[in-house]
């Protein structure tokens, strides 16, 4: 069992940033692959980045790339989302996601076994 808690949203500005954080309890946390996932309201919860157990290697959605840098720091059984230069459509509740078979290159929901409560990220033009 992995209980997972998301920090760091609020409001930003166009052209912004803001760091996500999630945690996550017990002593599993490094064999887990993570992802951020996003839900708009009115949307589907969908992908946006993720990283594979130690940490080497990584993968992004297409709407994210060269903006958004995901991170991971498993002897603080943390992950991270780093968000630059955000939009307007970046707005939405951010998921963090556990995947526990290694497929850190997944971008499926149904693949991430354990989630947390979602923080929210709204920016404004």
């Known amino acids: 069992q992995v209980h997972l808690v998301e920090s760091g949203g609020g409001l930003a500005l166009a052209g912004g940033s803001l760091r996500l954080s999630c945690t996550a309890s017990?002593?599993?946390?490094?064999?887990?692959?993570m992802g951020w996932f996003r839900q708009a309201p009115g949307r589907e919860r969908e992908f946006v980045a993720a990283i594979s157990s130690n940490g080497g290697a990584t993968y992004s959605a297409d709407s994210v790339k060269g903006r958004f840098t995901i991170s991971r720091d498993n002897a603080k059984n943390t992950v991270f989302l780093q968000m630059n230069f955000l939009k307007p459509e970046d707005t939405a509740v951010y998921y963090c996601?556990?995947?526990?078979?290694?497929?850190?290159?997944?971008?499926?929901?149904?693949?991430?076994?354990?989630w947390g409560q979602g923080t929210q990220v709204t920016v404004s033009s």
């Open positions: 996601g556990a995947e526990p078979r290694g497929r850190y290159y997944s971008e499926n929901v149904v693949d991430y076994t354990f």
């Open positions: 017990g002593r599993t946390f490094s064999s887990y692959a």
